[in-house]
């Protein structure tokens, strides 16, 4: 078998760009896939059976369709209805919806699982299903959150490869630019796997280290 | 005791879960200042009942008043919304058979916590008041330590600290020894009795019988979801009627310490 080192020495640095722009693409996106999930995770306990449908909804479709299919959505249809977004923006716009979709699971799971007294703790002080939520269960949540929730940033950073789709120049497109040139898809897509493999392992890292710094009980 | 006003009032309490009746019209009034004690056998339906009075748990009929609010209902008669709900329960005080602590938060926090997001005092204010009154029950060494770091009785005694921060005007206590050792059950006790000396009204459900006999102005038997039997006592227990409660008490015998 011919492995061609001229084009992984050519090619390493090279990737380097694209790097940078799936971590630019994939932490805009988390940032505001916890904040929708979070959201949405919140107003799926809340009472309103309004808030709760629509939420069902939401995740219900994001679950039951395809990411590359989410992202023409967002690319191709969002103009027909006036909104057009560059690339990036579209790409961060999907994945954070899509990713939004399975914090809101994990965020509604966790909180559900605190234990019954302590909401009925709250509320015999004459506190609010909502003041319980935020003072008393939420502020438990957080620590059992993080394993899950970098399960869904892990796989939003995998997922942002299909934003090579719509020309986002991330790692993706950016080796496949290189393989249309080059023509040495065995070595360009091993070099893209290991970068793959050695961002999503600091990330894991960091959630680690994020997991332990949180206060136990 | 007897010239008192009535501070509580539960008529026709009534509960099902499913097919099975667990409070069928419960009956109960508690004068201003009374400690009651609620006693039977376990699944008599004592904790339901209250729960029902808080509106931890929504009676099927019967009605709920203390002082000059009926639960569930605004002063016009119309349904409560949830933030006069809540308003209303913070009437009572509810201490928990397992303490339900906020396990992330201090003794002091955990007793400032409501002051501060419900009654909206100052963070300094109301951790000053916990203070006071996690020092009133013995606890002045413990304020900043968080659940886990303290014993079972010690945790009671928080709690009791949690519902007493409200100002409630009675607080229902649902059997605040059962989950303790033996050696931590007296600490929790005294506290209670000395709440009962100060004139709190209190509904408490429990198993000690030393104390219904020391601290109860009135005893309530409860046997199948109903009030079977009532009186001081001296009387309850000195010359049951009931027979339920007559079998109820020679199983007691063994354990109670005289
Ligand atoms: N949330 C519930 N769902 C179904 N059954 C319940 C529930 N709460 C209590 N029960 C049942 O009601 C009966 C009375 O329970 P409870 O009020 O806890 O009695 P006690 O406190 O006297 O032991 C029991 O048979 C119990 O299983
Ligand atoms: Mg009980």
Known sequence: ?????????????????GVVMTLQVSAVAAVLGLLLGLAAGLASLSNSVLLRGVIRLYVEFIRGTPLLIQIFLVFFALPVIGIRLPEFWAGVVALALNAGAYIAEVVRGTVGSIEKGQSEAGLSIGMTRRATLMWVLLPQAWRPMVPALTNDLITLTKN????????????????????????????????????YWALISALAYVSRRIERALPSW | MVTRPVLVEARGISKSFGARNVLQSVDLSVHEGETVVIIGASGSGKTTFL?????LETPDAGTVRIADVT?????????????????????????????????????????????????????????ARAVQELTRLGLADHVNKRPGQLSGGQQQR???????????????????????????????????????????????????????????????????????EEGPPETLFGAPRDERLQRFLRHLEPQRDL
């Open chain 1, 1 to 17: 078998m011919y492995f061609d080192w001229n084009v992984v020495t050519y090619a390493a640095p090279l990737l380097a760009h």
């Open chain 2, 71 to 127: 639960i569930g209902q605004r002063a016009d008669g119309r349904p409560a919304d949830e933030r006069e709900l809540a308003n209303q329960r913070r009437l009572f005080g509810f201490v928990f058979q397992r303490f339900n602590l906020f396990p992330h938060l201090t003794a002091a926090q955990n007793v400032a916590l409501g002051p501060r997001r419900v009654l909206g005092i100052p963070r300094a204010q109301a951790e």
């Open chain 2, 51 to 55: 729960r029902c009075l808080n509106r």
């Open chain 2, 158 to 228: 928080v709690a009791i600290a949690r519902a007493l921060a409200m100002d409630p005007r009675v607080i229902l206590f649902d059997e605040p020894t059962s989950a303790l050792d033996p050696e931590l059950v007296q600490e929790v006790l005294d506290a209670m009795r000395a709440l009962a000396a100060e004139g709190m009204t209190m509904v408490v459900v429990t198993h000690e019988m030393r104390f219904a006999r020391q601290v109860a102005d009135r005893v309530v038997f409860m046997a199948d979801g109903r009030i079977a």
């Open chain 1, 160 to 195: 942002s490869s299909l934003l090579s789709v719509i020309s986002v120049y991330e790692l993706t497109r950016a080796g496949q630019a290189i393989i249309a040139t080059h023509f040495a898809p065995f070595e360009i897509f091993l070099l893209l796997a290991l970068y």
